[in-house]
Nanobody, 115 residues
């Protein structure tokens, strides 16, 4: 059974940093791309970052380019999102996602950027 479990969210001041983790199980992690999405209150869920199965290819939303970095450790079945220079508009619930025949989502982790 596929499971995605996020961690690492919290409250941080503007300009601060957080690193999110998503621990995956129940599938061959190293064979699948992984994504991070986020959803702010009253807004649609948006794609933040994507990483290929090998980790060699990444893509980012324009709003986070240069500030966020997605990475993965296939030996640990974990994908990360390093978030630097955080802004209040980054406040959202962040979700890990993959598609293994069907869509799988984690439960989400809250990130709040506020002074």
């Amino acid at each position: 059974q596929v499971q995605l479990v996020e961690s690492g969210g919290g409250l941080v001041q503007p300009g601060g940093s957080l690193r999110l983790s998503c621990a995956a199980s129940g599938f061959t992690f190293s064979s699948y791309p992984m994504n991070w999405y986020r959803q702010a209150p009253g807004k649609v869920r948006e794609l933040v970052a994507v990483i290929s199965s090998t980790g060699y290819s990444t893509n980012y939303a324009e709003s986070v380019k240069g500030r966020f970095t997605i990475s993965r450790d296939n030996a640990k079945n974990t994908v990360y999102l390093q978030m630097n220079s955080l802004k209040p508009e980054d406040t959202a619930v962040y979700y890990c996602y993959t598609r293994v025949r069907v869509d799988y989502w984690g439960q989400g982790t809250q990130v709040t950027v506020s002074s």
